[in-house]
T-cell receptor, first 113, second 112 residues
Framework: GQQLNQSPQSMFIQEGEDVSMNCTSS?????WLWYKQDPGEGPVLLIA?????ELTSNGRLTAQFGITRKDSFLNISASIPSDVGIYFC?????????????FGKGTHLIIQP | NAGVTQTPKFQVLKTGQSMTLQCAQD?????MSWYRQDPGMGLRLIHY???????DQGEVPNGYNVSRSTTEDFPLRLLSAAPSQTSVYFC???????????FGQGTRLTVV
C-alpha cells in the first residue's frame, strides 16, 4: 500500500509558539484528514479536507490540502498546554482493493513550560 | 451521545486463547472498520465492513475474523491469540469508506 510520511516526528515547543507539521504521500489523495490522539484515548478528528488547495480552519488549527494532492499541512497557532498529544494525518487506503484509511506515524507535540 | 463504544478497555490473554472485541455505534453509519496501533506506528486497517452482511480484509487481516450481522455492531474475533497481536485496537465508523472516521476509545490487548 501507499506510504504516508509525516514530519517532524516530534516537536518540543514553548507555550504560545506556533506549530507546523506536514504529511506527504507516495500517491495522489482525494481526501486528507487530521486527527489528534490523547494518551489512552482514540483519535479525534480535527479537520477534513476534500479539495486540492483547500484551506480549512478549526479554531487555532488550520490545515491545507496541497495543490499536488500528495501533501497536506497542519498549523496550530499560539499553542496551549492542552495541545499536547499525537497528531496524525490520514488518507484513503488503496492497497489490494481494500477501502479504509491509511495513517502517518504521527507527530508528538510536547509543550515545555 | 455515545458514538462508538468498545469493550473491554483492557484485556490480557494467554497464547492460544480466543476472544472477541466488541464494537457498537449509534450513528447509523454503514461503514465500520477495525485498526491496530503499535508503538511508534500509525493505525493499520485490519478488517472493514461497508454494510450489514458485508466484510472484507484490510492491510493486516491475518489472525482476525469479523462479522456484521447488524448496522450497529462489528465484533473482532481473535481465534488463537499470539504475542504478535499485543496491541491497541480501535474500532471506527464513518458515513463512507474514505470519509471522516469516528473512533472508539480503544481496547488495550496483551497476549502473554
Amino acid at each position: 500500500g501507499q506510504q504516508l510520511n509525516q514530519s517532524p516526528q516530534s516537536m518540543f515547543i514553548q507555550e504560545g509558539e506556533d506549530v507546523s507539521m506536514n504529511c506527504t504521500s507516495s500517491s495522489i489523495f482525494n481526501t486528507w484528514l487530521w486527527y489528534k490522539q490523547d494518551p489512552g484515548e482514540g483519535p479525534v478528528l480535527l479537520i477534513a479536507l476534500y479539495k486540492a488547495g483547500e484551506l480549512t480552519s478549526n479554531g487555532r488549527l488550520t490545515a491545507q490540502f496541497g495543490i499536488t494532492r500528495k501533501d497536506s499541512f497542519l498549523n496550530i497557532s499560539a499553542s496551549i498546554p492542552s495541545d499536547v498529544g499525537i497528531y496524525f494525518c490520514a488518507g484513503p487506503y488503496s492497497g489490494g482493493g481494500a477501502d479504509g484509511l491509511t495513517f502517518g506515524k504521527g507527530t508528538h507535540l510536547i509543550i515545555q513550560p | 451521545n455515545a458514538g462508538v463504544t468498545q469493550t473491554p478497555k483492557f484485556q490480557v490473554l494467554k497464547t492460544g486463547q480466543s476472544m472477541t472485541l466488541q464494537c457498537a455505534q449509534d450513528m447509523n453509519h454503514e461503514y465500520m472498520s477495525w485498526y491496530r496501533q503499535d508503538p511508534g506506528m500509525g493505525l493499520r486497517l485490519i478488517h472493514y465492513s461497508v454494510g450489514a452482511g458485508i466484510t472484507d480484509q484490510g492491510e493486516v487481516p491475518n489472525g482476525y475474523n469479523v462479522s456484521r450481522s447488524t448496522t450497529e455492531d462489528f465484533p473482532l474475533r481473535l481465534l488463537s491469540a499470539a504475542p504478535s497481536q499485543t496491541s491497541v485496537y480501535f474500532c471506527a465508523s464513518s458515513p463512507g469508506a474514505n470519509t471522516e472516521a469516528f473512533f472508539g476509545q480503544g481496547t488495550r490487548l496483551t497476549v502473554v
